[in-house]
Structure formats: structure tokens, C-alpha cells
């Protein structure tokens, strides 16, 4: 977004504001308004930020350039231009008329700090810091870098090659076996080495250390595992009741098989309690084991004997009934929707198929009434 020079009426002023903060009225003499902001004003005019109308404050002003600057440093420069002479679209003072920089009188723009950034001296940078800013730049800009002298090195020396050895070598030998067999003094220390000996108990050391840290961030790892199954126990404990409080007696009959279908769509409370309990049930880890224990502790085998899941082979429907309904949903609760409906479903259909063959089932009991038959044969026989 780029900047213009503009006077204020108010004070005689040079200032650079942001485009997006003047409206021009006349654009003859390129006069209008300029919001200005009232605190961190240098900072909010690098920023360009959009003018608040509600808080920042509206003053008269004039546009002296028809320069439209896009960068920050430019237009100050063209602002400070602005307050000796109308001619601030030149950036060298040098190439400036001479004219054009004597300042007339009653024409001169005051130089002294404006009302507008008086009134906020503690909340803003002042203006004279930064005219101090820019001169420093503007002194660091015009001093010339010295350059580094350069330094010829000498040239390396030339030797001729000579017949005869410099030295004698029989006689630096002996020199250097003569200073071999110099023994080291009495009052320098020598230097010890660890052994290997040393080196692997400082090892070993290090070993059994690391093995206390691990053996104590173990015991600590133990004691948060003990908390934690302490508080699933506890939250086991205040299930609240039990299945026999909530179904007092398994179910034997049709009859009461009817009732226990009443009472399941009529109380949704008794239906969650139900679910809710047997769904803690301590089964098996497999399905088989969780749906087998979870059937045999609501039914009987004698009646499980007389439903088959689809109703086949002349046996009542247990699918379409609620307390199948019931089941499942504590079954998928138990084991955390882990398997497929139709593998529960499958699994059910197996209790009730093998429901007859166990203690209670109807095969059950003809099987022990053949076998009492047959041993009471087999007495009289003996007797007779």
C-alpha cells in the first residue's frame, strides 16, 4: 500500500500517512481528511493498518506531493524534505535548487514535536528518536568501506641439493638410543592407564545401576496397576443388585417365559438392570463360554429345550422374542461389540440345540429314566 506527504492544518505539519487513511475532497488543491491513530502511530503506519473511525481522530489536511511513495523510508525522507521546501518529489537535496531550500518567512512549517504526538508521548515512540534513527542510517549509508589491503607473501626459499648428507648417520642413531635409555625423573608424575580390569568393573557398575532404576520403575509401575484393579473392583462392587434380586429364579415354564416378556416390554428400567447385570457375569474368554453362561443363568435347559432360534422342527421362535433381544445386547456389551450380530446369533442358536442333551433337557431325563429301568432289570435278575 503506498504513502504520501501531507500537511496538517491544524499545526502547519509535515507528515507521511498511508493512502488508505486520507480522503481527498478537492482534488484542485488536493485537499481533505486523514485519521490518525492514537497510540503506536509510527508503528501502525509501517503496518498500514485499516483505520478504526470510531476511535482514531480525523484532522484537515493537504497532499503536497504528487509523488506516491511505496516504501516507508522514501516517504519520510520526502516528509523531512517537506518542511523546508514544496519540492519534496526530488530524493537529492543536491540537485535541488537553491533557491527552492531558503525558507521564507512566514512560510517555514514548525519543527517542533505536533499535538498529535504530544498527547501520547508515553504510549509512542517520539518523533525526534526517529529523525535521531534516520541520521544515524543515513550517516552509516554515506561513510565509504575501507578496503582491506592486500599483503604479498614471500616466496619460499630455493635450496640446492647437495653430494653429502648434512648429517652423520651413525652419530644420530646413537643419539637415538642414548636418549632411549633415558629413564624419566623421580619428581614427574607418570601417567596411569586404567586397566581392563578397572575398565569392566566400572561397567559392571554402571549395569547394576541402571538394573535398580529399571527394578524401581517397575515397583512403581506395580503399585498403579494394584490401584487401578483395586478401583475396578470397587466399581464391580457397587453394581448394586444382584441377579437373584432382580430375577429371583431361573425360568422354567412358558408361562413364564410370557410373564418375564411382559414385564421386558412394559418396564424399560428392569430391561436395563437385566442387561446391566449380565453383562458382568464372570464368562469364558471365548463368546461360546460368554453366551452359553449368560443364557443358562436366565433359562432352564428343560425350557431352552422346547425353542430353537428360527423355530424349526416344530419348536417355539426365540428370535422374535425380547429376552432375545436382551441377550444380545448384553452380550455385545460384554464383549465390547468385538464380534458380528450373526456370530451371536449363531452362538445362541447352539445353546438351544445342545440345550436338550444337558441336566434338565428333555433328552436328559429319558436317558436317566431308561438307565434306572435297565438297573432295576438287572437287580431282579441278580435276586432271582
Known sequence: MPYSVVVFDSDNSVDTAPTSWISIEDEVEKKGTCYWPLKNIRQKIKDQQIPDKRKWSLHDCRVISDVVYQDYKKARKASKRGEVTSNVESEDEASLPQDSLIVQAGSTRTTNIPARYRDHESSDTSEEEENNEETCEENQQKTPKQKTPTYELPKSPTYELSKSPMYDLQQQSQRMQRDAQVRPEEG????????????????????LDQMKTLESQVESMKLTLDKVAAVILKQDEEVGESLEEVLPEKICTVTMMQELETRLKEDGEFQKKLINILSKLRGGVDLASVVRDQMRSVFTNGLMSKYSLTGQKGKLCFMDTSSCKTILRSIRRATKDRFKIKDLEYEIAEVLRN??????????VKKNVAGKRKRGMVEEEKEN
Open 355 to 364: 440345550a436338550p442333551n444337558h441336566p434338565g433337557g428333555a433328552n436328559y
Open 188 to 207: 614427574l608424575p607418570l601417567l596411569k592407564r586404567p586397566g581392563r580390569k578397572e575398565q569392566g568393573e566400572t561397567i559392571l557398575s554402571q549395569v
